[in-house]
């Protein structure tokens, strides 16, 4: 494979890596791999014996790109589709938080869920995830894909980083996954390759610049900032770090001891594709200096709704973990342990998702949501449709399903013991509840 790359580009790399550049230069040529990572809950053996990513315990590499649009177990969200390298995330989660306390985390620039969803895969179940997204598309894209994660203690926001300062010394995770110059996915992308420019590369410095002073207010003293590009230029990753650490009360964390072949550098540690089965990326964390002092106090505009409590006995494993919360005709299903800090982040930012979505309520019925029947709480006892793999595809085209002999009522259409949606069986018919903005629209894989 050849590609066409910046001559401004390939001058810098020269400098950059000195002997190893022609080896960089050769790696470019290369098929990308392909990997993905398991979810850690919604067991499957579908990869049991690809090879493992070495720094992600449930990273697997595959030998080749299949349709991943036409495996059910990638729409029932039994893993997700990431580049190697930026899995590193989860050595340096162990590094920074070794006990895996309870926490609270803020992913900045989460979309489309990659990190998030590793970072749900990572932090214990009393911590809590806000993940953010400022692009209404990219937003909605993001809470599919934690939608399909399924965990509950995650909060998704739509805010500004500017907005972040009204939660004062808040979060004791903040992860920035800043929006960059994209060299390190130039081998994958060549979308990247053509955006590319030296004026680009200075305008990426300047929002990257911003993005920390905006948000670093938020961070707890004692807290970790996690910073991290995808790509090579020390002014977007080794730079921000120095000026962060000259500008706050920050100190630098040490990561050189991960190896797995990334580079360590003055700040962090960088992935090149001829060290790395990956591609290129840059990751960081500093410590801001002190102990924390703040307590966070919030108005009560959490109210229950008592009466719809059945609802989660219903449908919900450990009922007793959940308030229930009525948005409209919305129902959700809050975790008791994120309630005080909903309450606070409700008054601060604009939420676009919270919980479990249960379902619509319809005078004394209850619709139930597509979000329930890919959470990890939903009752193992509920009514089930096992589809064979065609059926599962055209479920998951939203086509019709062939009549059972099953008794009315709700189910979920699993492929294996993996839910990916509702039906609604009826006397003459079953009724396809997959939502029609996520069905597969190819004819087949091909």
């Known amino acids: 494979m050849t590609i066409n790359l910046p001559q ?10 000195g002997s190893d550049y022609n080896s960089f230069l050769e790696s470019l040529k290369a098929i990308h791999p392909t ?17 493992q990513v070495p ?6 590499y595959l030998p080749q790109r299949p349709s991943f649009t036409f495996d059910p177990l990638f729409h029932a969200g039994c893993y997700y589709v990431q580049e190697a390298s930026s899995m590193f995330l989860e050595e ?32 214990n179940k ?27 203690n995650v909060i998704v926001t739509q805010n500004q980083p500017a907005d972040f300062s009204r939660l004062s010394e808040f979060f004791d995770i903040i992860l920035i996954d800043a929006p960059c110059s994209g060299e390190g996915l130039f081998r994958k992308d060549k979308l990247a390759i053509n955006e590319w420019s030296p004026d680009n590369v200075e305008r990426c410095i300047h929002r990257q610049e911003s993005i920390i002073n905006d948000v670093i207010s938020s961070l707890k003293p004692g807290g970790h900032l996690i910073y991290s590009t995808c790509t090579f230029e020390p002014g977007e990753n080794d730079l921000q770090m120095e000026n962060a650490i000259a500008k706050y009360d920050l100190e630098l964390v040490n990561l050189s001891e991960i190896g797995f072949g990334s580079t360590p550098t003055s700040y962090g540690l960088q ?22 002092e703040k307590n966070h106090s919030s108005k009560n505009s959490f109210k229950p709704s008592t009466l719809y409590k059945s609802y989660i006995e219903d449908y919900l494993e ?12 919305n129902l959700y299903a809050i975790p008791k342990p994120a309630i005080k800090d909903y309450n606070l982040i409700a008054t601060s930012l604009y939420i676009r998702q919270a919980g479990i979505c249960l379902g619509t309520i319809k005078g004394k019925d209850l619709i139930p949501a597509h979000d329930l029947a890919l959470s990890l709480y939903l009752r193992n006892d509920l009514f089930s449709l096992t589809l064979s793999e ?57």
């Not at 398991?38 to 090879?51: A, G, L, N, S, V």
């Not at 938080?97 to 989460?110: F, S």
């Not at 992935?271 to 002190?290: A, M, Q, R």
């Open 126 to 152: 009393e911590s809590l995830l806000i993940s953010n997204e400022v692009i209404p598309g990219r937003n909605t894209i993001l809470q599919q894909n934690l939608v399909k994660w399924g965990y509950p």
């Open 35 to 51: 990997s993905i990572r398991i979810h850690p809950e919604k067991k499957t053996d579908q990869f049991k014996f690809e090879e």
């Open 390 to 446: 065609d059926d599962a595809i055209r479920f998951l085209k939203c086509d019709s399903i062939p009549t059972s002999s099953f008794e009315p009522g709700w189910y979920t259409a699993n492929f294996e013991s993996s839910p990916m949606g509702w039906v609604k069986v009826l006397s003459s018919r079953v009724n396809n509840y997959f939502p029609r903005n996520l069905r597969i629209l190819k004819d087949s894989a091909n």
């Open 271 to 292: 992935c090149y594709p001829h060290k790395v089965k990956g591609e290129g990326f840059y990751i960081s964390s500093l410590k801001k200096k002190g102990e924390e």
């Open 318 to 329: 450990s009922a007793d973990y959940f308030e229930p919360l009525l948005v409209k005709d």
């Open 8 to 17: 401004a580009f390939l001058d810098r790399m020269q400098l950059q890596l």
């Open 55 to 60: 720094w992600c315990k449930d990273g697997r």
């Open 92 to 123: 340096v989660y162990k590094k920074i938080n070794p006990t895996n306390k309870t926490i609270k985390v803020l992913d900045l620039c989460a979309a489309p869920g990659g990190k998030s969803t590793h970072l749900l895969s990572l932090i």
